[in-house]
């Protein structure tokens, strides 16, 4: 991923896909490891609100309470930008009614 091209605001909602590592749990044959599978399971999509963005990591929260000021924010999860593969922004359903309903759209 180009990491200088993905650039958002605090707040922005986003679907992140990146790649984790993975381990077995406890000894194992080496032989009995299927790596095609191991590979498969190690690709996640992450949604949330940006929180923070620096030189080598996105943190993104689950949910923002929006009228408090400072926000209180849930479950903050930071990815490493070198295990993104893509990062896109959306937009959040409830904002898109919330937005047609004060604008009689």
Known sequence: MNNKKY????GTSVIIWWTDSLHTQGWIRENMIDYKKVKRH??????GFIT????VSYSVAQSLQMYDNPRNLDSIMTIPKSCITEI???????LINKKNKNNKV
């Open 7 to 10: 650039k958002f605001a605090k």
């Open 42 to 47: 190690s690709k996640h999509m992450t949604s």
């Open 52 to 55: 923070n963005e620096n030189r």
């Open 88 to 94: 896109q922004q959306v937009k959040p359903i409830s």
